[in-house]
């Protein structure tokens, strides 16, 4: 019976939603009727009946622990590719359709070969990227575009994108693939694939398309994208690395979106966000805490999957079980986290953007840690910084209680009242 429940309130929503990509009616409906919170109210529940070490779903076919104790996300996270394998059945299913071959989704040997290409590309252990100054100015000029120059303007989901994926495709790929919105709609329909998983053939001849337009972006190699930057190494099929760049980047606009919301929800914050952007330093310590409470509040990878490689004795489970971790269980776990709904950016403040002993890992953690751990904020925080520099915002919908933030915040109906401020100069 519990099973049952997990799989109603836990999985379905989740996958219902969309793990590739979004689908905005679903995610609605979610906000609508708080699912995140209520599959963390189920999540507690099983904890206190059953105690907090892994609970084994007995699923027909596909067993999977569910991991209920942020130690356990430590230990999970830290011994990958083994004997805690990224590449679940799950995530080939879904991610085949898109990007076979990467590095997400590759056994040992491979991912020892794939991942230093992302890791060389996105400078993973730089807190800041060689390629910032340049990024500064791609993303000052499309914000620059967004803010109407005479008096207010409503700031929404729709223009807002609109600037954040020209944005992408000229960091990633260079400036030439500016206005190349015909390749983020073939991602897009490849990663509306992906959604369906296993439930879905894959389409062959959209994806050699997507994957020779990529290429060919790859082998211009611009100056000043990451694409340019990256090691040239053609083994590693350099599309459907990439693939996985153009599409997570759409997380991170979400992400940078909602930590708007979270702003305007906190006139203190907003003020000290506004002053780190006019202030035009790159390091911007609070705005980065500020980004990655919005990722805790609203984890973009919800599952974090992983797949035992070996017989595991404690809890004994064979070869091949899977493993779920849920974040939003432990991003709002009330009864171990005084913060669990509101903000709390001191979390963040020592520089951390991985907290695994405390189940706190919006991009994971451990050697499959998302390379880009490094990348994102930055991106994120100068977008923030763009638009607080050029314009005061305050949300028009919807409405946020400072004190109890909404389980699921729906990106797309996210609007803004935003009025070009005389102070910018800009
Ligand atoms: C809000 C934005 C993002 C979040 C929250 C995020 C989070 C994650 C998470 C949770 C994983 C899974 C790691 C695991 O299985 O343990 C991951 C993997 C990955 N991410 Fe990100 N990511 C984001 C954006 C990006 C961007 C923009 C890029 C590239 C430019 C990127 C590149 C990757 C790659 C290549 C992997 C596979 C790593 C591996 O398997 O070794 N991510 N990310």
Known sequence: MDTLKVLTS?????FGKGVIIRRPAVEGLAGRFNLDLSAVRLMQKLRRKYGASPLLLKIPFRPQLLLLGAKDVEFVLSR??????PATKEKRAALNHLEPGNVLISDPPRRAQTRPY???????SERHHPLVSRFQAVIDEEIERIISADGRQELDWPLFAAAWFKIVRRLVLGDSAREDEG????????????????????DRKLLEEFQRIVQRYADR???GSLVGFGPKDQSINPPSQIAQWLFAFDPAGMATFR?????????????????????????RPLTRAYFLEALRLWP?????????TTEIAVPKVKEGTGLIIFTPFFHRDDANLKCAHRMEPSIWLDGDDALPLKGLVPFSAGPAMCPAHNLVPLVATMAIGAILARASIKLTSPTMAPSA??????????????????????
Do not use: C, M
């Open 10 to 14: 836990v999985v379905l929503p989740t």
């Open 80 to 85: 990958a590719p083994q004997p805690f394998s």
């Open 118 to 124: 992302h890791e060389a590309a996105l400078a993973t």
């Open 183 to 202: 390749l983020t709609d073939l991602l897009n329909h490849l990663r509306s694939r992906s959604n369906w998983a296993f439930f879905l053939r894959k």
């Open 221 to 223: 190699s611009e100056g």
């Open 259 to 283: 930590t708007l919301a979270l702003l305007a929800t906190y006139p203190e914050h907003l003020a000290a966000a506004q002053a780190e952007a006019l202030a035009g330093e790159t390091e």
């Open 300 to 308: 973009t990878t919800p599952a974090i999957l992983r797949e035992t």
């Open 405 to 426: 933030l909404p389980g699921t915040l729906d990106h797309f109906a996210l609007k803004f009242d935003a009025r070009r401020s005389t102070s910018s100069g800009t």
